[in-house]
């Protein structure tokens, strides 16, 4: 057992918990589901349910002493899921349990739009692919029922990396309450099932465990967390929502962080965990889709980027090497006859004006205050300066960090580098690549030497090798 728990299958973790009016969308469904895994012994892993009432669908009525009482029926039933292939002995359900929760209040006029009664439940199962069923009875007698897939993956798998799930609450405090249903390795979690945040809950906090990384590291004692918030549309980071922290490796080891989310605008984001080695390469990821509703926050660009005269200025009072490094940026997006100009710029003024013209062409709305185009490249920049740079290069100028530049973040990065047939690799996939739709990118340590160079991918104009697996296993042995 990896960490210490108070209760298990069959204890019901119970808190109210305020939440900001949401959208008319978010307030249809009366309770919102979510789920965690983690490790537990050899054979069975940890499934954490998280559970989010409104609690104005709860029904009260007043007791003789003036307390208002709610009763809720719950129901919930994990089943193994109908697309994998189990053993026929294992039919029927693989835990279930039925309840009529109960909670107590002063006033129910006291009960906020948006507020939620929060629930948890821990089941040790075994790791394999479920399908969690939860129903209950709303005020009227419907019956209401959710259902999600859960994967509960095997964390005892010796000499691999691993993430837990990265689990979302609405606050994670220091305790050494044992008797708290939330406890857990000295921390009381209060997990936000409905994952939304904003108006009246600006702080997202995260948890994690990390697996195995003391065996990754070989002769080095540290390593680095790299947490970051990309918009959910558009896969960009978002300004200012990063944190790179050192920590000592361990064989297990609790990550905690916090991001602040008051000026984030409404719109859908993901929590991004990477665990970095001494030489910036990704030992293990993790992410996470949340919620934001801000509706008093408005789009904005950010801080320098402007307007066309602004931009014009801007390049105008650049000094000489600065021009040169932009000019070097936009050679990784330029098109072939857009590179073949810049080759023909003989003055520094010439390669002002072209980055002018070259960032106007990418504006997507002139009628706005700023560039979108040189906003959103630059915001990326950042992010493979931080994610890519090594001792060697600068981030912008790897394989990765070049894809990331011309594509965007992808959609979900699989680091395999403990592979024992395969030469180190990172799989990326990208679920809707403009013009292209999904598209894979295989990255490679071909030399041993921690440097990822783009082997394969299906985009037409990029290096292919349709027998990528056939040269990682040659260049393993």
């Given at each position: 057992?990896?960490?210490?728990?108070?209760?298990?299958?069959?204890?019901?973790?119970?808190?109210?918990?305020?939440?900001?009016?949401?959208?008319?969308?978010?307030?249809?469904?009366?309770?919102?589901?979510?789920?965690?895994?983690?490790?537990?012994?050899?054979?069975?892993?940890?499934?954490?349910?998280?559970?989010?009432?409104?609690?104005?669908?709860?029904?009260?009525?007043?007791?003789?002493?003036?307390?208002?009482?709610?009763?809720?029926?719950?129901?919930?039933?994990?089943?193994?899921?109908?697309?994998?292939?189990?053993?026929?002995?294992?039919?029927?359900?693989?835990?279930?349990?039925?309840?009529?929760?109960?909670?107590?209040?002063?006033?129910?006029?006291?009960?906020?739009?948006?507020?939620?009664?929060?629930?948890?439940?821990?089941?040790?199962?075994?790791?394999?692919?479920?399908?969690?069923?939860?129903?209950?009875?709303?005020?009227?007698?419907?019956?209401?029922?959710?259902?999600?897939?859960?994967?509960?993956?095997?964390?005892?798998?010796?000499?691999?990396?691993?993430?837990?799930?990265?689990t979302l609450a609405s606050q994670i405090i220091r305790s050494q309450d044992r008797e708290n249903p939330f406890y857990k390795n000295g921390l009381v979690i209060n997990p936000n099932p409905n994952q939304l945040f904003g108006r009246g809950l600006t702080k997202l906090y995260y948890y994690t465990e990390a697996y195995g990384v003391d065996q990754a590291l070989q002769s080095d004692s540290t390593y680095t967390t790299y947490a970051f918030v990309t918009d959910g549309s558009s896969s960009l980071p978002v300004f200012d929502l990063s944190r790179r922290t050192t920590r000592l490796g361990r064989p297990t080891d609790v990550i905690v962080g916090t991001f602040d989310l008051a000026d984030v605008p409404s719109g859908s984001y993901v929590l991004n965990l990477v665990l970095l080695n001494a030489d910036n390469e990704a030992i293990v990821e993790q992410n996470q889709k949340f919620f934001v509703y801000n509706p008093e926050v408005e789009q904005v660009a950010q801080a320098g980027f402007v307007d066309q005269e602004y931009e014009t200025s801007l390049f105008a009072g650049m000094p000489e090497d600065e021009i040169e490094e932009n000019i070097d940026h936009i050679k990784v997006i330029a098109t072939d006859r857009e590179r073949r100009a810049i080759g023909d710029l003989a003055s520094i003024d010439d390669k002002r004006q072209y980055l002018v013209a070259f960032w106007r062409k990418r504006d997507s709305d002139p009628t706005t205050a700023g560039n979108e185009g040189r906003q959103d490249f630059y915001s990326r920049l950042q992010y493979v300066k931080e994610r890519y740079s090594t001792a060697r290069r600068e981030g912008w100028k790897t394989d990765r960090g070049r894809i990331v530049l011309k594509y965007?973040?992808?959609?979900?990065?699989?680091?395999?580098?403990?592979?024992?047939?395969?030469?180190?690799?990172?799989?990326?996939?990208?679920?809707?690549?403009?013009?292209?739709?999904?598209?894979?990118?295989?990255?490679?340590?071909?030399?041993?030497?921690?440097v990822y160079e783009l082997l394969h991918t299906t985009v037409p104009g990029e290096r292919q090798d349709p027998n990528w697996q056939t040269t990682l296993a040659r260049r393993r042995r």
């Open positions: 057992m990896t960490f210490r728990l108070r209760h298990l299958a069959g204890s019901l973790a119970c808190a109210l918990c305020a939440f900001g009016a949401v959208s008319s969308t978010a307030q249809a469904q009366s309770f919102g589901i979510d789920v965690g895994t983690f490790a537990y012994d050899d054979d069975e892993s940890l499934l954490e349910i998280y559970l989010a009432f409104k609690a104005n669908t709860v029904p009260f009525e007043a007791d003789t002493l003036g307390v208002f009482r709610g009763s809720l029926p719950v129901g919930l039933e994990l089943n193994r899921s109908s697309v994998a292939v189990f053993d026929s002995t294992t039919a029927g359900p693989v835990w279930a349990d039925a309840m009529n929760l109960g909670f107590s209040i002063a006033d129910t006029s006291a009960i906020q739009p948006g507020q939620n009664f929060v629930h948890q439940m821990r089941v040790p199962v075994e790791p394999g692919e479920y399908e969690l069923t939860v129903r209950r009875l709303e005020a009227d007698g419907t019956p209401t029922a959710v259902q999600r897939d859960v994967v509960v993956p095997d964390y005892a798998t010796s000499g691999q990396v691993q993430l837990s799930a990265l965007g973040i992808p959609s979900n990065i699989d680091p395999k580098p403990y592979d024992r047939q395969l030469a180190p690799h990172e799989i990326w996939e990208y679920n809707n690549l403009p013009g292209q739709g999904r598209a894979l990118f295989i990255f490679a340590d071909m030399d041993g030497f921690n």
